[in-house]
C-alpha cells in the first residue's frame, strides 16, 4: 500500500519539474489571454510556474508547519499580495521583481525539504516578503482597460485556492500514510519545487 502511495505521490512532483523546463510556461507575465477584468486577474497565477508554484509552496509549508501556520501563512501571503498588487497597479516602483518570484519558489522550496519550523510570526513575515513580489507583477502587469478590483479579487481567489492545493496535498498524505512518510513526501514535494525553482533560474 505504502509503495503505491509513494509512485501516486511521487509521479506529480516529478509532473511538476519537467513542466517548469518547458519555456512556454515558464513566465506568467506574458500579457497573453482575457482580457476581462475578474478572468484575466483569475488566469495570471496560473499561467506561469514561477506564480504557481511558489503559492502551492505557502500551502504545503503552512499544513507542514501546522497549528495557527495552517491560515495565518496563506492568509498572509494574500494580504500582503494584495497590497503589492496595489502598488504595481499604481506604478510604484519595486527592485528585484523578478528575482524576487524566482527567489520565493526556492526559498520555500528548500524550506519545506528541510522541514523548516519557525514562530508563526516569522512564517508570515517571510511569506508576506515574497508576496509583495508576486503582486507587485500582477499589479504592474493589469491592462489598462481591466477593472482593478475585480482584477484584484480574482488573482486573490487563485491564490487562495493554490494555497489550498498545497493544504489539501499535505493533509491528503497525512490520511494515508504514516506519520514518518507524511514527513518524507512532503519534504520530498518541497525538494521538487526548490529543484523547479533553480530550473527557473536557468532558462
Not at 495552517?70 to 504595481?88: C, D, N, R, S
Amino acid at each position: 500500500m505504502d509503495r503505491i502511495d509513494h509512485r501516486m505521490l511521487f509521479r506529480p512532483a516529478l509532473v511538476i519539474l519537467l513542466l517548469a523546463l518547458s519555456p512556454g510556461v515558464v513566465w506568467a507575465h506574458t500579457g497573453v489571454g482575457s482580457t476581462q477584468g475578474f478572468g484575466y486577474g483569475f488566469a495570471h497565477p496560473l499561467l506561469g510556474w514561477d506564480h504557481l508554484l511558489a503559492m502551492v509552496a505557502v500551502g504545503l509549508w503552512a499544513a507542514q508547519t501546522g497549528g495557527r501556520a495552517l491560515w495565518a501563512l496563506p492568509a498572509g501571503f494574500v494580504a500582503t499580495m494584495i497590497v503589492g498588487g496595489v502598488l504595481g497597479a499604481l506604478g510604484t516602483g519595486l527592485p528585484g521583481v523578478e528575482a524576487g518570484i524566482l527567489a520565493s519558489v526556492l526559498v520555500l522550496g528548500g524550506l519545506i525539504a528541510a522541514a523548516a519550523r519557525f514562530p508563526v510570526g516569522v512564517g508570515v513575515v517571510v511569506v508576506a516578503l515574497f508576496a509583495l513580489f508576486h503582486g507587485h507583477a500582477h499589479g504592474a502587469e493589469m491592462p489598462a482597460a481591466v477593472t482593478g478590483l475585480a482584477y484584484g479579487a480574482g488573482f486573490a481567489l487563485a491564490t487562495a485556492l493554490l494555497h489550498a492545493v498545497g493544504i489539501a496535498f499535505t493533509l491528503s498524505v497525512q490520511r494515508v500514510a504514516k506519520e514518518g512518510r507524511t514527513a518524507a513526501w512532503v519534504r520530498l514535494a518541497g525538494a521538487a519545487i526548490g529543484v523547479a525553482g533553480l530550473a527557473l533560474w536557468l532558462v
